[in-house]
Each structure stands twice: as C-alpha cells, then as structure tokens.
C-alpha cells in the first residue's frame, strides 16, 4: 500500500508499512529528496522513529505488552530479573537459561573500588539522579573491555554489567546522603532483596529482608522496566546512534528521565499530594491543573500515549493498598491520592482530555511506605528502566538499518545579513 502526497501539483506515492499490531507507518524518508521539504511534527507526536519488537502500547485500549506478554501477567507471575531476560532475548527463559542469567548478572554486581571515590566528589546533599548521572558514565572510565560497539561480545558483557550494577551504585547514592558506609553485594540474595540490602542494611548487623517489601518492589521494578520510545529512551537510541559507549548512553537516558515530566514525577506527584494534604483541598488543585494561565498540573497524571488508564497505574493502585495494610502503615496521602483520582476521572475537563493517573501516580506512595525518601524515587525508576534502555539500544545496535540519529527543522531566524563592526552599532 501507498501514501500519495501532493505539494504545489506536485505527487508522489510514499510505501506504506504494516506491523505486527497497531498503527501502519508512511515511510517518508524520500520525502525531502522529492519535494525540498521536511515534515514538521515538535515532540513526535505523530512520528516513528524506529522499527522495534521489544514493546507494544496500545493508548486507548490501555494496553502494555513486552515481547507480545501482557504487563499485568508479567507483574503477577514473572520477577524483574525475567522480565530483563525477556527484554533482552525475545523470549522467557526456561530453566537453565534462566540460572545462567541470574548468575551472569550476580557476577557483575560489584562496582570496581575506586568508582567508590567519585561519590566523595559529591555533596552530601547532592539528588541521587545528579549522582548517578555522574557515576553511570564514569563506567566508561573503567571497563575498556566492554565499550567496543561493534563487538557483540562486549555488547553483553556491557549490558550485564548495566543490569547488574545499578542496584549497587543507586544504593550507594542513598548510602552516601545518610552518611552511611557502603555495603556490599551479597549474590545470595534475589535481584531486588541484594538492593534492598545494600539500600537499608549496615555492617553492624544483620538485615532481614521483607519478602512483602521484597515482592512489591521486585513488581514495581517490573513495572517500570521498559515503554516503547519514551523521551529517555529516544535520548539512549539517539546517543547510541553516534556510536557512544553504552554505558554513556544509560548515563544520557538518565539525565533525560530525571525531569519532572518524564521520570522525575513520581517525586513531584508524592510532593503534590503530600502539599494537598487534606482531600478538602483537593478541589482547589484540580481549578488550578486546568487554569491554562497557571503552569501547575496534577503530577502523575496524564500521558502522551495512554488516552485511558495506564495499565501499570492499576496494578500500583491495587499495590498500594496491599502493602500499606502488610506493613500496617496507614498514610493519609493513600486517601488523598484515591479521593483525587476520583474527582479528576469525573471532571469534564480530565474526561475531554483522557487524563488518567499514570504509572507515577500510586508508586511513591508505596517507595514512601518502603522507606525510601522521595529524592531516590527516580534513582529507582532509572534503576528499573536501564533494563529497557539497554535492550532497545542493543536492537538499535543490530539494526542494520541504523544510522546517527539527525533530525532537520523550520528555520525562522534571521535570513543573511553582514556583519557590522562595533564601532558602527548604534
Ligand atoms: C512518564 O512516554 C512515556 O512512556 C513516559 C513514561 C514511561 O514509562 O517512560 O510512561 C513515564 O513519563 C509518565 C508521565 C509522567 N509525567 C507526569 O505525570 C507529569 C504530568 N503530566 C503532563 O506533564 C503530561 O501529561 C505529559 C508530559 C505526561 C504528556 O504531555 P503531552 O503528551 O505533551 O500532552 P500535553 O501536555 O499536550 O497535554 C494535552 C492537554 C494539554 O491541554 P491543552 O493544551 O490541550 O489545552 O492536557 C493537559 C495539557 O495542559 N494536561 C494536563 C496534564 N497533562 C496534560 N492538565 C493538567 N494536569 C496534567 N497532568
């Protein structure tokens, strides 16, 4: 099939591709060549930037699937270190592949030593995302052996090490702002109980891990592991595409999901419903979200994709409850967020947009409960989420068709002029 566009009585028929599901694409790159013109589309609202298998939403259906599994299956049944293996490979492990990874990844959870250095660079009272910003792409610094790109070899030893030691340098971010020694890893453990330990244990004892605490977070990790061409993980692709190193990338991801639109709002949503305080407040919030002229808006909620409930937003709501009620810890802002949800999904205005609480939007609410400060929320979002950018750097990285990433634009500036000496300027 074909796509015919018409500029000034001029035509051309453009390819049209079909996926496996979900909207088909108009391949425009012979545009320009045809017609000296660019497409114009700021924020990419209607704009593919690649071909990928790795993971599907579909927006109004409020449908999440990683390699064709649904999010909701893979939260209930599956654990963070699969759903990795899912990302990376295509496939779930069967048993063997399983332990092979697990161990792989164990093998990497060390930092080298002197990584431990940098963060005496920092403030003590530096946010961990500044921190692992920094942390992330000193790893280029150290392991030489895995920054050849084209070496598929070095290609997984990189990504194993990200996987792998991420847990252990956000965990070190934390330690770092109490003024606590570092811990390190103990392979023993699971995945997220090994990051727990080293988050909330010290050498002066032993650390008992929860295993509803251990449960929870190891979903919530799932939750957040990977979501198509979100704006971070377009930001790793577009690095990767100039051939930086991976773990420059991941850094480069990190920096992109740290801001309050993107990743960094599951700290401003808690913040948000911790101001509103009370549920009579909450009618004040919801005039202020949608008086264009104030630039406040309901954090957590809202996407560029999902036009119903995000199906991760679900499943964190349903947590939330659990956990609190497990660990017996009653917090008014569980309500508050529950009475908000309810006034904003019956608001005209929220309805006419199809804005619903995202997968920010409950997730504090349990870290919080969890014990972790709000500052860490998006540590552990990039925690979780360098398991997604890995893999789509990875298909990037096999695609053939790949080249660096360099978009064009509309151009409304000055046309040419001479220059005029200081002297001659009025
Ligand atoms: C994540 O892309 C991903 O997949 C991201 C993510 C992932 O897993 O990688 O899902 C993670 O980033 C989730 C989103 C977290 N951000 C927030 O919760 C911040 C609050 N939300 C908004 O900033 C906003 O909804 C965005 C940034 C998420 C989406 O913005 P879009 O797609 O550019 O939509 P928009 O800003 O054009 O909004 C459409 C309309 C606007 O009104 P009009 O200009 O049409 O009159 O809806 C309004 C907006 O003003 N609107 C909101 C709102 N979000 C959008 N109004 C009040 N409160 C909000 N939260």
Redesign the pocket.
Same mark, same amino acid.
């Given at each position: 099939m074909t796509a015919t566009i018409s500029v000034n009585g001029s035509s051309a028929d453009y390819p049209v591709h079909a996926g496996s599901v979900g909207p088909e694409v108009i391949d425009i790159r012979k545009l320009y060549g045809n017609t000296g013109r660019f497409t114009y589309d700021p *924020?990419f609202t209607s704009t593919a930037s690649c071909e990928s298998k790795i993971t599907y939403i579909d927006g109004d259906q409020g449908v999440l699937l990683h390699r064709g599994y649904p999010i909701e299956q893979l939260a209930e049944q599956s654990s963070f270190l699969e759903v990795a293996y899912l990302l990376l490979n295509g496939d779930l492990p069967n048993q063997q592949e399983h332990d092979e990874f697990k161990y792989l990844i164990t093998r990497h959870t060390m930092v080298h030593e002197q990584l431990a250095t940098f963060y005496r660079g920092f403030r003590r009272d530096a946010h961990p995302m500044a921190i692992m910003c920094g942390v992330v792409g000193a790893l280029s610094a150290f392991y030489h052996d895995s920054t050849d790109i084209h070496d598929p070899k070095q290609r997984t030893i990189a990504c194993h090490r990200l996987i792998a030691k991420m847990p252990t340098i956000a965990a070190m971010a934390y330690k770092y702002s109490v003024g606590q020694p570092f811990l390190y890893p103990d392979n023993s453990l699971s995945y997220t109980g090994n990051f727990l330990r080293m988050t909330f244990g010290v050498p002066a004892e032993p650390y008992v891990i929860n295993p509803v605490v251990e449960d929870a977070l190891d979903k919530i990790f799932i939750l957040?592991a990977d979501?198509?061409q979100?704006?971070?993980?377009s930001t790793v692709r577009l690095a990767g595409s100039s051939g930086a190193n991976p773990f420059a990338c991941i850094a480069a991801g990190i920096a992109c999901l740290w801001g309050?639109?993107?990743?960094g709002?599951n700290e401003?949503?808690l913040e948000m419903l911790r101001e509103i305080g009370r549920p009579e407040r909450i009618p004040e919030y919801v005039a202020r979200?949608?008086n264009?002229d104030d630039p406040f $808006?309901?954090?957590?909620? *809202?996407? $560029?994709?999902y036009k119903n409930y995000?199906p991760r937003a679900k499943v964190l709501g349903a947590a939330a409850t659990k956990v609190l009620d497990t660990l017996g810890i009653s917090d008014p802002v569980l309500d508050t967020a529950r009475e908000l949800e309810r006034v904003a999904l019956s608001d005209d205005y929220f309805i006419e947009?199809k804005?619903y609480p995202?997968?920010?939007f409950y997730s504090g609410i349990i870290l919080s409960a969890i014990g972790f400060p709000t500052s860490m929320f998006t540590a552990l979002f990039a925690l979780a $989420?360098t398991t997604g950018w890995i893999a789509q750097w990875t298909e990037m990285m096999e695609d053939q068709d790949q080249k660096i990433g360099r978009p064009r634009q509309l151009y409304t500036g000055h046309g040419p002029r001479d220059y005029v000496p200081l002297a001659q300027r009025g």
């Open positions: *924020g957040h979501h198509e979100n704006a971070s993980t309050p639109a993107h990743g709002a401003a949503a979200a949608k264009k $808006r309901l954090m957590g909620f *809202g996407h $560029r994709v995000d947009k804005l995202n997968v920010d $989420r």
